[in-house]
């Protein structure tokens, strides 16, 4: 894949995702936000929240890889290639893996008091990586190096960081989406025959 048809692929993502939480969760009560189906799962604001204490590092890391990048002809149509490690973060963390993966201590939002103003941070985010994906449209994506953030001697190429952001978002947000459906069966009266 080209490197310009990975970041309209991703681009897209991303808008869609921004849809479906502007949609699905800004209207909805705190108390909804914040309600769990047991001690050990997340809830919106957690699964948000999450995905929030990601983007504040994987972000930056992005731009310092886009800032010491210096673009050439023809960069932009080249072949966007994933390495071993990519592709493996990346399959590990696509929504369609429904493989659990344990979550960092620092990087779990368990019984966070959290308020509304993580949706707003999370589509904050949303806007930044959407400025980043415009900004590597003049790169070839295989280039550029982007830290993993448990282990930082493990690096990225650009197109598997932002691709990797993206899938991992994917699969939280459809989290956060299951957490508001099985809210909004615990509220729904019972049928009457």
Aim: with cysteine; glycine share 2%.
């Amino acid at each position: 894949m080209k490197s310009t048809e990975r970041i309209q692929k991703l681009r897209n993502n991303i808008e869609t995702m921004v849809e479906t939480v502007t949609h699905e969760f800004i209207a909805l009560p705190q108390a909804d936000l914040n309600r769990k189906e047991s001690e050990t799962s997340w809830s919106i604001l957690e699964c948000l929240e999450h995905l929030n204490r990601y983007s504040r590092y994987y972000n930056a890391r992005m731009a310092d890889a886009l800032d010491k990048l210096k673009p050439r002809v023809g960069d932009a149509h080249a072949e966007a290639r994933s390495t071993w490690l990519g592709r493996k973060f990346i399959a590990m963390m696509h929504p369609s893996n429904m493989k659990k993966q344990k979550t960092l201590k620092h990087m779990n939002p368990a019984n966070s008091a959290l308020t509304s103003a993580v949706i707003d941070e999370f589509l904050h985010h949303q806007k930044t990586l959407l400025v980043l994906l415009a900004r590597a449209s003049a790169f070839n994506l295989s280039q550029g190096s982007v830290p993993v953030e448990f282990l930082k001697l493990l690096r990225m190429n650009l197109g598997d960081a932002l691709e990797f952001v993206t899938v991992h978002q994917q699969r939280h947000v459809r989290q956060a989406l299951r957490a508001k459906a099985q809210n909004t069966h615990r509220h729904e009266p019972a049928l009457k025959i």
